[in-house]
């Protein structure tokens, strides 16, 4: 079956850096563009950033543009994001998700989702 297994979350001081990452099984894994989603408590899952199959177009919501980066290892089955500049608005369970074709910032069009990793930014 496909499983999605985030990790790299923890607890940061506002204006650190974390890298996230993605494990993807259980699918070809070149042939899934991948997202990342996050929702905050009390909140609606959101858009964070995606990446087409073969990684050469990015797509990223306008509130994490310029800090984030979505990149991905085809021969690791595994997708990354890089989050630099933390804001403690960035608190958040962040979730990675795999959708066959297309890249899409519709969370409703994805195939897979992870379990979230947890990301918490202290002011």
Known sequence: ?????ESGGGLVQAGASLRL??????????????????????KEREFVA???????ATDYADSVKGRFTISRDNAKNT?????????PEDTAVYYCAAIRGYYSSRASTYDYWGQGTQ?????
């Open 119 to 123: 990301v918490t930014v202290s002011s």
């Open 21 to 42: 990452s993605c494990a993807a099984s259980g699918l070809t894994f070149s042939s899934y563009a991948m997202g990342w989603f996050r929702q905050a408590p009390g």
């Open 1 to 5: 079956q496909v499983q999605l297994v």
């Open 79 to 87: 997708v990354y994001l890089q989050m630099n500049t933390l804001k």
């Open 50 to 56: 995606t990446i087409t199959t073969s990684g050469g």
